[in-house]
């Protein structure tokens, strides 16, 4: 099965928590701190496998959690690494977050990778906490939650030469008569829900990869019908051919179909609408071919485009389409790239949305104070100590947590919660 779009959720590895520990050791009555740090958390990272052909494997798994690092121990030992999770994606994978649209890495080539979501950083041990005020520090940092996101997998199929027109005009018969590719074939719209790929060698040994592409119908743009799955694997073509049937079989205007297909491009993506066409007016066989056929010809011959009559069902005129399309696509990759063609698309540096720190909301008299970074300070803290409680009481104030109760209202005796810890202010 064909599978070309996958939504997974993702999550970083935590660092480990610094330790809290001091030398114990048989003729060292009065041992200074040795805790030692919390390792880093694992990254997630995709990378390309040449080897694969769809997304499948993301279909039912939709969850990827990377291995947390490892806490910090005495003797000033280092807690280990979590390890990176590497994910496995065909050539052609867009990566993009669900939450913003934007673009994180876009994997085209052998050896393409991308780090998506990054490991927490590891907790200091109380190593680095002594002053000369502060000689055994009691307390040590936790480690920080990595990233979780959301994303949005999208295969875009590579290939040379892509088929593209309306449902139904010959373009899957067109692709099983001059390549090796089965597709299935049949008089009834949407036969082809998934590309198809195929490798054509002309007579003169020359070879491209040409692509059959689900059919596209108006709208498309807006993603009707199958439009958004057959404008995404359009979009890494070097060159279009355009099946039309000239025969005019289900009662549509030949030219009418060219100038819709070529508006949907455009709507779409206006770079594809200036990609270089060759037409194949296809079902030439049929009596009723002649007339739209010399229309269709006259009235592309002023836009500079070829147009062939070909039957795909008796392979007529097939090896002159071939040919032209193997020499056109020569000419296309010897020319040097536009500057505006260089990047297709925007790929955005991934950074995660900065949150804030912390957030404060009042439920009667009671101030409940939430965050990533406030949840990391509460377990670094140890309550029983002094050292470690003046230390949290300097970040509440230096981070403005303190100002922002103050601007909220708070009164002295009111109730402070911070996950399961619960105090009363004063100031």
């Known amino acids: ?66 291995e947390h690092g490892e806490d910090g121990k005495g003797r000033k030992c280092f807690g280990r690494d979590g390890k990176d999770l590497v994910l496995k994606v065909p050539p052609g994978t867009t990566i993009k977050n669900e939450q913003t649209g934007e673009i994180i890495a876009d994997l085209v080539e052998k050896g393409d990778s991308k780090v998506i979501a990054k490991g927490g950083k590891g907790g200091k041990g109380n190593v680095h906490f002594t002053s000369s005020t502060r000689q055994a520090p009691n307390f040590a940092i936790a480690g920080a939650h990595g990233d979780e996101l959301t994303v949005i997998l999208e295969l875009k199929m590579i290939a040379d030469v892509g088929l593209i027109g309306f449902p ?24 082809t829900i998934t ?26 743009h807006e993603g009707v019908g199958l439009g958004h799955d057959f404008l995404r694997h359009v979009e890494r073509t070097k060159l279009l051919i355009h099946v039309i049937d000239v025969a005019a079989v289900e009662g549509r205007d030949p030219l009418e179909d060219f100038e819709k297909i070529n508006s949907e491009l455009e709507l779409y993506n206006t770079k594809l609408s200036k990609r270089t066409q060759i037409v194949a007016a296809n079902k030439v066989d049929i009596p009723s ?45 010897a020319q040097p790239p536009e500057e505006e063609e260089v990047e297709e698309e925007k790929v955005y540096q991934f950074e995660p949305e900065e949150e804030k720190l912390f957030t404060i909301r009042r439920e009667n008299n009671t101030y409940i104070i939430e965050g990533k970074f406030i949840e990391r300070l509460i377990y670094s ?28 209202g708070i009164q002295e005796g009111d109730l402070v919660k911070i996950y399961e810890v619960e105090f009363e202010y004063y100031d």
């Open 168 to 191: 139904n005009v010959g373009k899957s018969t067109l692709l099983s008569v001059v390549t090796s590719a089965t597709p299935k074939i049949a008089n009834y719209h949407f036969t």
């Open 195 to 220: 590309p198809n790929l195929g490798v054509v060698k002309t007579k003169y040994g020359d070879s491209f990869v040409l692509a059959d592409i689900p059919g596209l119908i108006e709208g498309a």
């Open 289 to 333: 071919a002649d007339e739209h056929l010399t229309r269709l010809t006259e009235a592309l011959k002023e836009k500079g485009i070829a147009v062939f009559p070909i039957s795909a069902a008796t392979r007529k005129g097939l090896d002159d389409l071939i040919v032209y399309a193997a020499k056109k696509l020569k000419e296309l990759e």
């Open 381 to 408: 803290t140890n309550f029983d100590d002094s050292d470690s409680l003046a230390y949290f009481q300097k970040v509440l104030r230096k981070r403005g947590i303190i100002d922002e109760l103050k601007e909220k």
């Open 1 to 66: 099965m064909f599978i070309d779009v996958a939504k997974i959720s993702l999550k970083a590895g935590k660092g480990g928590n610094g330790s809290a520990s001091f030398r114990k050791e048989l003729y060292v009555p009065a041992g200074g701190p040795d805790g030692g740090d919390g390792g880093k958390g694992g990254s997630i990272i995709f990378e390309v496998d040449e080897g694969m052909r769809t997304l499948m494997d993301f279909r039912y798994k939709k969850s990827y959690t990377a």
